[in-house]
């Protein structure tokens, strides 16, 4: 029986379980007295080592059951958490994480964790000298049988034996191959129901059965099924054997059908590319429904856009995932850093339930890693420092997301030094990166400077910062994903980086823009409004061309000129207002050639072209034509 079918299914469980045991190590850490999380950690722990058992992996099983027994005396003895047991149980938790990464692709004889296991042992060791009660695992969920009647004797064509698994039981199929394997070895099993290929299946519940022969008893036979462990209850010859009483079985749930499963990632990749490239078919179809002007057509036509568009959109949906799952990685790399550095720093997370499409989730990992690092090295100030200013000893960073119409802004906040835009000016005098006359930095101006590769505000190159790659990896990955990046920063009062990105990156809809003979992308998310060039009076602003919309300074960039366009421009043109945030740019096109949707491609840009285009698109007639980068217009 191959388990490895298993093998990516127990790896984002686990994962799931001990991110589960950062939080709630974090919890506690912030309540010691409270030892309400050490009941969710030895829940974790154990269905992490349950899920090794079944896979066979022997060293995380090991370790996991060290940790467990750990847990259970803390939880057993009442004990308030210590600085050195939350050091040791985070080690653990790491120590684990590391053994399940290598376990799954099968190199487990490199997990080397002989001294966090001498240091659970030793914890465990000394707090049961300390008078807690048990030595080991104290709540034990595989119960003791019932002795079985005396001369028992097997049916002709062997026992029937049914086996229902707990309804929560994480890996059902593995778990029932488990069961099959522990029972082989008191006697020869066949007729099994449903056959073993029907576990891996979505729909298998936990309930099977099979027929058992040879000489074991009731009593051995369910030992043997027990043994797997997560299992309901067992009927063996028509007899139903349910765990003891107080040995720690679960009721019996009411029967129902699980509403969730787990999809690959790439099974969604590919429904999404076969979506896109019928988006693309349904524009083209939609142009000859309007040349032929058939009424039969059109009324296809529409109802291939209507279905399209619903599908388009549930899939969409089926790869919306909540920001949670990649901002609950943060509190402990704070926690750790502010650790290190010697600063004391509350870590708050807002909107973990906003949604993106994982495609863009997934790369949002490195850009929060490097402004999270920043805001606890750079931001924040020492604990001595705080005090001289008037502040509270424990500063406060806050990772937040709010939805924004059709994007969602993600925000990185402090409320440490802020930063120092002299500094920060005079270097960039020095660098020839502004002008030599400039007085000041707008904070425009202050992220092009901070977002230049190698500029750094530290002063040496430590194992946290200094090599000046922070804040441009954010920069460039943001604007990669179709998003912007702003910053805000009052000196003494602290920084904030806000990125806004679209919700979904596959299919947008878009305003078609015409500049000679070429057409022009631009995605709806910052389009604001849009007026006539000409109508409006234009006035110079620091050098630049600009308009006074609603007493608001609109710089203005003609796209013909910026792409070197040859001829004239139309004598009347449309402006197309951008706006990110605070930011805002008009942007002077030839003409408007109406909106739809369109399917982003990647798009890589040939040596020397201006970054101004984030992507590619195929339009209706089959044309393609390229999509304008908001961000880089502003």
Not at 268 to 297: F, K, Q, S, Y
Not at 304 to 317: G, M, P, T
Not at 489 to 513: D, H, W
Not at 537 to 556: K, N, Q, S, W, Y
């Amino acid at each position: 029986m191959d388990l490895s079918q298993y093998a990516e299914l127990f790896l984002a469980e686990s994962r799931e379980h001990l991110s589960a045991c950062n939080q709630l190590l974090l919890d506690w850490e912030r309540s010691p007295a409270n030892l309400a999380p050490v009941g969710g950690l030895f829940r974790a722990v154990h269905t992490v080592k349950g899920m090794a058992a079944t896979m066979g992996y022997a060293r995380v099983t090991d370790l996991a059951h060290r940790a467990e027994n750990l847990l259970d005396l803390v939880r057993r003895g009442g004990r308030p958490a210590t600085d050195d047991l939350l050091q040791l149980l985070f080690r653990a938790r790491d120590a684990l994480e590391h053994a399940v990464e290598l376990s799954v692709v099968e190199r487990e004889d490199e997990i080397d964790v002989a001294e966090v296991v001498a240091d659970l042992e030793g914890a465990a060791a000394h707090l049961g000298r300390g008078g807690e009660a048990g030595g080991g695992i104290g709540a034990r969920t595989t119960p003791v049988p019932a002795p079985a009647p005396v001369g028992d004797t097997p049916a002709a064509a062997g026992r029937l034996v049914q086996v229902t698994l707990r309804a929560e039981a994480p890996l059902k199929g593995g778990r029932a191959l488990l069961v099959i394997k522990k029972v082989q070895a008191v006697g020869p099993v066949h007729a099994v129901t449903p056959p073993e290929s029907a576990f891996e299946a979505d729909e298998f519940d936990g309930r099977f059965s099979f027929r058992i022969g040879g000489a074991a008893g009731v009593a051995e036979i369910e030992r043997a099924v027990r043994a797997a462990g997560e299992v309901e209850h067992v009927t063996v010859g028509g007899e139903e054997r349910r765990p003891a009483p107080g040995a720690g079985a679960l009721a019996a749930a009411p029967e129902t059908k699980s509403r969730h499963i787990r999809v690959d990632l790439g099974r969604l990749d590919g429904l999404m590319d076969l979506i896109g490239e019928l988006v693309t078919v349904r524009g083209r179809l939609n142009e000859l429904a309007a040349n032929a002007r058939d009424p039969a057509i059109d009324d296809v036509a529409i109802q291939v856009s209507r279905l399209s568009r619903e599908l388009q959109a549930e899939i969409i949906q089926a790869r919306m995932t909540p920001v949670w799952q990649v901002f609950d990685r943060f509190p402990r790399l704070v926690r750790d850093l502010a650790r290190e550095l010697g600063k004391q720093v509350a870590f708050r997370v807002e909107g973990k339930e906003i949604e993106l499409d994982r495609a863009i989730l997934d790369e949002l990992g490195d850009p929060l890693l490097h402004l999270l690092r920043n805001a606890v090295d750079h931001g924040v100030e020492s604990q001595a420092e705080r005090r001289r200013r008037g502040k509270k000893p424990e500063a406060e960073i806050v990772l937040a997301a709010v939805r924004e119409r059709a994007s969602v802004a993600i925000s990185v906040s402090d409320d440490g030094r802020g930063i120092d835009r002299k500094s920060i000016l005079e270097r960039a005098k020095r660098d020839g990166v502004v002008d030599p006359h400039a007085e000041a930095l707008t904070d425009d101006q202050l992220l092009r400077v901070l977002a230049r590769p190698g500029f750094s505000t530290a002063e040496a190159v430590t194992s946290v910062s200094g090599r000046g790659v922070g804040i441009d990896v954010a920069v460039t990955r943001i604007r990669a994903l179709g998003g912007s990046i702003e910053i805000r920063s009052v000196e003494g009062k602290g920084t904030t980086f806000v990125m806004r990105l679209p919700v979904t990156l596959a299919i947008v809809r878009a305003l078609i823009a015409g500049v000679g003979a070429e057409r022009y992308a631009l995605p709806l998310t910052y389009v604001s409004e849009t007026v006539e060039f000409g109508v409006q009076a234009t006035t110079t602003v620091e050098g630049r061309e600009a308009i006074v919309l609603r007493d608001r300074v609109v710089p203005l960039v003609h796209l013909r000129r910026l792409l070197g366009v040859s001829g004239d421009a139309p004598t009347r043109c449309p402006i197309i207002v951008l706006e990110m945030g605070e930011r805002r740019s008009g942007i002077v096109v030839d003409g408007m050639l109406g909106q739809q949707e369109i399917v982003v491609k990647g798009f890589d840009a040939p040596q020397g072209t201006l970054p101004v285009f984030s992507g590619a698109t195929i339009m209706g007639d089959g044309v393609p034509a390229l999509i304008l980068d908001a961000g880089g217009l502003l």
